[in-house]
Nanobody
Framework: QVQLVESGGGLVQAGGSLRLSCVAS????????MGWFRQAPGKEREFVAS???????TKYADSVNGRFTISKKNNTMVSLQMGSLKPDDTAVYYC??????????????????WGQGTQVTVSS
């Protein structure tokens, strides 16, 4: 069982930046693909970004492409650097992991493990 813990959320003004981190408890993430998803109030969970096991392949939602960057560090952490934040980015952000690591995925059901989420609020 992989336990994921997110951190780094908070309140930021539009145009600002935040860096989210996700660490795995007692597991290395070196052989996992990782993803970030988000869910705003009253909306379905949506894909944000994904990275494969070795970091060679990434995928982003159109809404964040060019503003967000996903990366893996030290085989135990995945981060999401968020820039030029907009009020529409306000949501609970979830980290996800899966052993099918060779390809990225924007489908939530293709991730077996999920964190509890961290709130990101962007004020206008």
């Amino acid at each position: 069982q992989v336990q994921l813990v997110e951190s780094g959320g908070g309140l930021v003004q539009a145009g600002g930046s935040l860096r989210l981190s996700c660490v795995a408890s007692a597991h290395t993430l070196s052989t996992y693909r990782m993803g970030w998803f988000r869910q705003a109030p009253g909306k379905e969970r949506e894909f944000v970004a994904s990275i494969n096991w070795n970091g060679a392949s990434t995928k982003y939602a159109d809404s964040v492409n060019g503003r967000f960057t996903i990366s893996k560090k030290n085989n135990t952490m995945v981060s999401l650097q968020m820039g030029s934040l907009k009020p529409d980015d306000t949501a609970v952000y979830y980290c996800a992991a899966d052993r099918r690591s060779w390809v990225v995925s924007d489908i939530a059901s293709e991730y077996a493990y999920w964190g509890q989420g961290t709130q990101v609020t962007v004020s206008s």
